[in-house]
């Protein structure tokens, strides 16, 4: 949507480009409010003959001496460089007037539209004070808003408005309660529906200074639709809050509260005590008056420092939250400490004893960039059918109760120690929540530099053509099933690098594929274990439960090791290194290639039971198969070529 400014407006706005650095919140420039009036001559409005369906020029300054005038039908007020004030005036039908006359001086009453659909807020025509206030101001500053936003809304009718702001920077007191002394959410400013806010970026919206658990600086709810707030900067007060009242963490820059049709674009949150923007619904989800938040578009944004999330997104669906920068989220700064969970963006519907008191769903996280967040790029705590695509990011993406969700295309990048020593790029699933994951995929994505490139568990997963470059561990199973690992290309210098490995809690893995389509290529390049599955299924209700590892091309100088039952090892191309068998059940070796110069091709040691070792083609300059035990049962070995280097 498009802006109509005047050439000297224009010219404003061009002069503040021109100046402004690239770190429009960490360096703010000084506003510059337009000038509009130009006219001197003094006027009243018996200077005019007023008549019906006349059209009244104003270039004076045309004072109403505090008169209720009445305005015929018809009659239209237009702008040329005048002002009226000190009056009402009182229109019987089909009046118009332009946005430029209105101040708070002028009282509008009767049938009265603007002409067009845009009002331009400039700050003293309407009594709101900028630059540092008490706060009784800032109080008086949310009130005029408000009212002057309600007002503009009742003169423009069967259209949305569109509310233009150039130039602002204003504190607004938004810590109130409601009638149980509650912190309400709805003290803050309050956009109704069909507007359009479209702000420059010398606008500066800020919290002014409180102790409330959950001040909100801007509010869109209660069932409203068909709002858009392109540009401004929306600044909170996380390190000038009085947090001695208790758990402090839900002030919020944004709330979009069971809503429909919102667009958020071009805009910069920073600095909020909770999150920069948080999309909720209205009432639970069981409740008949429950509205749900849908069709959020949060396009092109810029979130710093915000003190909890970036985002949070509890309740709604068809969101869609895409090309924004999440800069240091939740970090400490010196005068507040971040807090949990700190997210860029955490997806986290509320559940609890069996009901649903929150839904989330449909859910589409792309194009974003992240970097420097406290714990997490992005989160699925709760929610189902979020897909997160193609995002850059330095912190881990991870989702712990979902289905049909995705993480696909995206670039994880570790930058800490941390990252590479003890983290996880992508945490698929958690185990303690075994079956409420389900039908969810991870694919396509690109990690680099992290403890482990992916972890997963729970039911029905897929994961398949990611990247996974110099990391410790490539993919860590934990208690998984009924599972798909494909084309995964691991690879890493890293001396104690692996490749695919059973988790320290696992204790069952079943009906899971390892698997490779392009035989060509090797898949996995690491210098220990390319495979290690230790203790997995041990117990006797798994005894029928299995692991398939085929047609995977490998090389490393270390050792695979299968010290589990129910393992299928089948069609694999090993092109440096062996495998070694240590209390191995119910496990086949079949059909493999096998090239070692660095150890057995086979090792088998003490405690395997039922082994088949049929048709591999082995070639070492050690051992073929080196039987390291006494006390193996019913381990056969047939059909297996043996060539010596």
Not at 15 to 34: F, G, I, Y
Not at 457 to 465: A, H, I, K, Q, S
Not at 621 to 635: A, P
Request: glycine share 8%; with cysteine; net charge negative.
């Amino acid at each position: 949507m498009k802006k109509s400014i005047n050439y000297i407006l224009l010219f404003f706005l061009i002069l503040s480009a021109c100046s402004k650095s690239d770190e429009s919140t960490d360096k703010e420039p000084e506003p510059e409010e337009p000038v509009i009036i130009t006219a001197t001559e003094p006027c009243l409005i018996s200077d005019f003959d007023v008549l019906e369906n006349s059209t009244i020029v104003i270039n004076c300054l045309l004072d109403l001496e505090g008169q209720y005038v009445a305005i015929p039908s018809g009659v239209t007020f237009i702008f040329d460089g005048g002002d009226i004030v000190n009056g009402t005036l009182n229109f019987s039908s089909a009046g118009k007037i332009d946005d430029e006359l209105l101040n708070s001086k002028l009282t509008l009453e009767g049938d009265v539209q603007l002409i067009g659909n845009q009002f331009e807020l400039i700050a003293s025509r309407w009594d709101i004070i900028e630059g540092n206030i008490t706060s009784e101001v800032a109080e008086s500053n949310k009130i005029k808003i408000n009212e002057l936003l309600v007002s503009i809304d009742s003169l423009v009718i069967e259209r949305e408005v569109d509310f233009v702001i150039n130039s602002l920077d204003a504190y607004f007191k938004v810590d109130g309660f409601d009638h149980n002394n509650n912190s309400s959410v709805r003290e803050g400013i309050v956009i109704p529906s069909d507007y359009n806010l479209l702000l420059s970026d010398m606008v500066y919206f800020r919290m002014y200074p409180n102790d409330n658990q959950k001040p909100t600086l801007m509010f869109i709810g209660d069932g409203v639709e068909n709002i858009t707030i392109t540009g401004g900067n929306f600044i909170g007060e996380r390190d000038e809050h009085d947090y001695s009242q208790g758990a402090q963490e839900w002030g919020h820059l944004l709330r979009i509260g069971g809503a429909n049709n919102i667009r958020i674009s071009e805009a910069e949150f920073v600095d909020a005590m909770g999150d920069g923007i948080d999309v909720h619904g209205y009432g639970h989800s069981f409740d008949p008056h429950h509205i749900a938040s849908t069709e959020v578009y949060i396009i092109n944004n810029t979130f710093r420092r915000n003190r909890r999330n970036q985002i949070s997104v509890t309740a709604g669906n068809h969101i869609y939250i895409e090309d924004n920068n999440f800069i240091d989220c939740s970090i400490h700064t010196d005068g507040s400490q971040g807090v949990a969970p700190g997210f860029a963006i955490d997806v986290e519907a509320y559940r609890a004893n069996g009901l649903e008191y929150e839904i989330a769903e449909d859910i589409y996280i792309k194009n974003n960039i992240e970097s420097g967040s406290r714990i997490g790029a992005f989160t699925i705590h709760t929610g189902d059918r979020v897909t997160i695509e193609n995002n850059t990011v330095e912190s881990f993406i991870s989702y712990s109760t979902t289905i049909g969700s995705k993480i696909n295309n995206n670039i994880i990048k570790g930058v800490t120690d941390f990252h590479l020593n003890g983290g996880v790029a992508i945490w698929a699933g958690r185990y303690d929540r075994y079956e409420l994951n389900y039908n969810n995929e991870v694919i396509g994505n690109t990690i680099e530099n992290y403890g482990t490139g992916i972890l997963a568990t729970n039911v029905d997963l897929t994961v398949g053509d990611n990247k996974i470059l110099e990391c410790i561990n490539g993919i860590t199973l934990e208690e998984i099933k009924d599972s798909d690992f494909y084309d995964n290309f691991i690879q890493s210098s890293l001396v104690n690098s692996a490749g695919y490995l059973s988790g320290a809690a696992a204790t069952f893995i079943d009906n899971v594929t390892i698997r490779q389509t392009d035989e060509e290529s090797i898949f996995i390049d690491v210098n220990r274990e390319p495979f290690k599955f230790f203790g997995i299924n041990k117990e006797a209700e798994y005894s029928d439960y299995t692991i398939t590892i085929d047609n995977n091309s490998v090389t490393s100088p270390g050792t695979s090791t299968l010290a589990s039952r129910g393992i299928i090892f089948t069609n694999n191309l090993i092109k440096e290194g062996g495998i070694r068998l240590a209390s191995a059940e119910n496990t086949n070796i079949t059909k493999n290639v096998i090239t070692t110069t660095t150890a057995n091709a086979i090792r088998i040691d003490s405690g395997c039971s039922d082994i088949d070792i049929t048709n591999n083609m082995l070639t070492t300059t050690m051992s073929c198969i080196f039987e390291n035990n006494i006390d193996g049962v019913n381990i056969q070995m047939t059909g297996n070529v043996c060539n010596e280097l």
